[in-house]
């Protein structure tokens, strides 16, 4: 016999041990807990508690004569039938998605001797569950989403995709169906998910409950919608943020910088941002300049600003066991933990990481970061090492404050991220943007600008790029960028190189943000990466050139073409990120995004739309001089470099010499390249 409780706003269903829970959570969605436990774990992980209610459109029914309960919330309806298994269904009736169970109890369908179970809870000796949770496949679905993994497949169907934060991997466990559902895993523990052509399974290695979360939309804007309105959404970008930004592997002292940054204003370039990158610190774990190479950061920062130039800093959450805020934060627990071993690394040092989920270590980082950074007027910060990415990379290892890693892992950028949100909206600011190597569910209301990592200079890395960028916009995540060129592997003075770097700059100046960074070869000082400096401590050198007049002349103007081109943009990126801000709208979207009618454009997986007026189609292949483009149907279409006009729904051969990328204006639009 099983239990039915409908007497709350929520729906309550009991058989067994098995406790399900399903409950109202934002518009159109419903949020879905189940327990072998007492009582249901009260986290709520990536959702937001105030959106809990939804829009007041709620109906509970327990059909006794059918033996079925349902809980319909606005489009969305959950029924679960009298073997306790669910059915997702939208406004109209069409099953949007269903647990898969194959068993001897419905003779009317699955008369099957195999016995799978929708819901598997398998005990770990002396601990909490695995749980895996499975779904029926449908042949005319296609996925997309999941976050950013280093793929060329934008449709995730048919894949395994591991569930776990690495350097150029992060795990948004968010995706849109194109039967019209959007799915969060809403937990943070190691796991997979296996998108089969027989059934969909999500598995948590090690967890207390099942959570997840479920919202149906007509189009995938109202999905996203959806989704954000429980998870958060960005700020509203900066005006001061939206241009050009220039990085490298290293600037060593003030400067080189300066240098860099006045060659910029000499040549009348405009550029928004200029990074310190690492280990421009004493020790990790100071958060603070080294003032034998950065004298006076005060000066430094005034004459930037009169530039029109804002400087972001990098901030590692790697501590020193000799750094001047290690003892601290050793002493209140707020350093990661083994499980087994040790987890210090050599590193340029002997270090460990901080725990972001730890309040009061969060604490000590912010009033380092206030004091030396924010308060001298800094307020970009580039939070690297966001996994955190330890040198054995085994998260099962690492015993967080909120819980082992196990169970919690994933959510470690989150933590990271709001960190820095918590402190710096607490001093006032309103619209905070941090570059952050990885993210989770959510990352988004904190400002977290996510990029791809420290990813190779190929022309096979340059066309993951596209697919990793469109997949973690719609996980939720608007702001994305890319290191221009890839991040090691490139030869400055290499010709074939120089291709490349020109084909990914096009690309980077259609992107969210458009910022060149990397890693260039071949190293200087001469001896080598990593080097002494005076005082016999350990740091690293500046890596080539990596300006946009250290390509050549010809590079240079192209370069300088695309700067300006998306200085001329304004107006239309901020209208775009205003879309971002109010409604969870991706920058960059890919097809099946922005023309969801039109499922021949599904296929083009390499060509999106950055904002509601402007197609890319990124030539990531050398030697290239044209491309084939599809063009949605329903518009006209002008091409950038020709002025010709398109009728959508075709493919057309794109111009595509060296100093141009191909683009295409919708027709109406308002926008003038």
């Not at 050599?346 to 270590?361: E, K, L, R, V």
């Not at 085994?394 to 950028?413: C, F, K, L, T, W």
Request: charged share 25%; hydrophobic share 35%.
């Amino acid at each position: 016999m099983s239990i039915v409780d409908i007497s709350n706003d929520y729906l309550y269903y009991q058989r067994g041990r098995e406790k399900i829970r399903i409950e109202p959570w934002g518009k159109d969605s419903l949020r879905i807990r189940v327990t072998y436990s007492e009582s249901f774990l009260d986290e709520n992980w990536a959702l937001m508690p105030e959106a809990r209610r939804g829009d007041g459109d709620v109906e509970l029914n327990h059909d006794k004569e059918n033996n079925t309960v349902s809980i319909r919330n606005g489009k969305i309806t959950a029924i679960i039938d009298g073997h306790g298994y669910i059915a997702y269904y939208n406004q109209n009736g069409k099953e949007l998605t269903r647990e898969y169970w194959r068993n001897r109890i419905d003779l009317t369908q699955y008369c099957v001797p195999v016995n799978y179970k929708a819901r598997e809870f398998k005990p770990i000796i002396g601990g909490d569950w695995k749980v895996t949770a499975y779904f029926e496949a449908y042949s005319d679905e296609r996925l997309y989403g999941l976050g950013q993994y280093q793929e060329k497949y934008l449709n995730r169907k048919g894949l395994t995709l591991e569930l776990s934060q690495r350097n150029s991997q992060a795990s948004i466990p968010f995706m849109i169906s194109t039967r019209g559902y959007g799915f969060l895993w809403n937990n943070p523990a190691l796991g997979r998910v296996t998108l089969g052509l027989n059934r969909t399974e999500w598995v948590a290695n090690s967890t207390k409950q099942m959570d997840y979360w479920i919202t149906a939309g007509d189009t995938p804007a109202d999905i996203m919608e959806n989704y954000t309105g429980v998870t958060g959404r960005v700020p509203m970008m900066r005006d001061d943020v939206m241009g050009f930004w220039q990085s490298k592997l290293r600037y060593r002292t003030q400067e080189e910088l300066m240098t860099v940054a006045r060659e910029y204003k000499r040549r009348g370039v405009p550029l928004d941002v200029i990074v310190v990158d690492f280990f421009h610190w004493p020790k990790q774990g100071d958060w603070k300049f080294d003032l034998k190479h950065w004298p006076d950061p005060d000066a430094m920062i005034r004459e930037l600003n009169d530039m029109g130039t804002r400087l972001m800093v990098s901030i590692w959450p790697t501590v020193d066991v000799e750094s001047e805020n290690h003892a601290e934060l050793a002493e209140m627990g707020g350093l990661i933990q083994a499980d087994h071993g040790n987890l210090y690394s050599t590193f340029m040092g002997y270090t460990t990481y901080y725990d972001a989920t730890h309040p009061g270590a969060n604490e000590v980082v912010w009033r380092a970061v206030k004091k030396n950074y924010f308060d001298k007027g800094i307020d970009l910060f580039w939070l690297d090492q966001a996994e955190p990415e330890t040198a054995s990379n085994d998260m099962e290892n690492v015993r967080y404050h909120i819980g082992s890693g196990a169970q919690v892992a994933n959510i470690y950028p989150f933590f990271y991220s709001k960190a820095f949100y918590d402190g710096m909206t607490a001093a006032g600011m309103d619209k905070v943007l941090n570059l952050v190597r990885c993210a989770w569910a959510g990352s988004q209301r904190f400002g977290t600008l996510l990029w791809s990592g420290d990813v190779y200079s190929s022309w096979r890395t340059l066309r993951e790029q596209i697919c990793a960028g469109l997949s973690a916009s719609v996980s939720g995540i608007p702001w994305w960028t890319c290191d221009i060129g890839g991040f090691i592997g490139g030869y400055t003075d290499d010709p074939d190189f120089h291709e490349l770097f020109i084909r990914w700059f096009q690309l980077g100046a259609f992107l969210p943000v458009f910022r060149l960074h990397g890693e260039r070869l071949p190293h200087w000082p001469c001896e080598g990466m990593r080097y002494k400096a005076e005082n016999g401590d350990p740091q690293f050198g500046s890596g080539a050139d990596n300006e946009i007049w250290s390509y050549g002349e010809d590079n240079y103007e192209i370069c300088r073409k695309y700067i300006l081109m998306r200085k001329k943009l304004f107006p239309y990126i901020k209208r775009t990120m205003r879309q971002a801000h109010e409604k969870g709208t991706p920058v960059i979207r890919p097809l099946f995004f922005a023309y969801p009618e039109d499922t021949t454009g599904y296929d083009y997986e390499d060509t999106y739309m950055f904002g509601d007026d402007i197609l890319v189609s990124p030539v990531y292949e050398p030697g290239v001089t044209e491309k084939v483009v599809y063009l949605p149907k329903g518009e006209h279409w002008r091409e950038v470099a020709t002025g010709k006009v398109y009728e959508g729904g075709q493919c057309v051969t794109a111009v595509a010499p060296i100093d141009t990328i191909p683009l295409f204006i919708r027709q109406g639009s308002d926008v003038e390249l």
